[in-house]
């Protein structure tokens, strides 16, 4: 059975860092693209930022990017956010995401696995 269980979330004030992990099973995803979603209350799932498989080429949605880094240890399949200089709009809870197809951009529709979230609350 496949599962990706996130970690890490919690409640923090703003400006501060937090890390969340994600920890996959059930197969191998060193060869799928891994992503991070949102999702705030009343609001639709938005893509946060996704790495790569071959090279760790990551990609960011503007509202995170230079606070936000994606990496990923094939080893131990799993893949990180670590969250800096949060913001009190970074409240939402957080889905981890596979795609075997190796696919790691900001459409929901492309990823065959998710998790079931962790919550984030940014205090301000």
């Known amino acids: 059975q496949v599962q990706l269980v996130e970690s890490g979330g919690g409640l923090v004030q703003a400006g501060g860092s937090l890390r969340l992990s994600c920890v996959a099973s059930g197969r191998s995803f060193s060869r799928s693209g891994m992503s991070w979603f949102r999702q705030a209350p009343g609001k639709e799932r938005e893509f946060v930022g996704g790495v790569s498989w071959g090279d760790d080429t990551s990609m960011y949605a503007d509202s995170v990017k230079g606070r936000f880094t994606i990496s990923r240890d094939n080893a131990k399949n799993t893949v990180y956010l670590q969250m800096n200089s949060v913001k009190p709009e970074d409240t939402a809870v957080y889905y981890c995401?596979?795609?075997?197809?190796?696919?790691?951009?900001?459409?929901?529709?492309?990823?065959?696995?998710w998790g079931q979230g962790t919550q984030v609350t940014v205090s301000s």
């Open positions: 995401s596979a795609a075997t197809s190796g696919y790691n951009g900001g459409l929901p529709g492309g990823y065959d696995y």
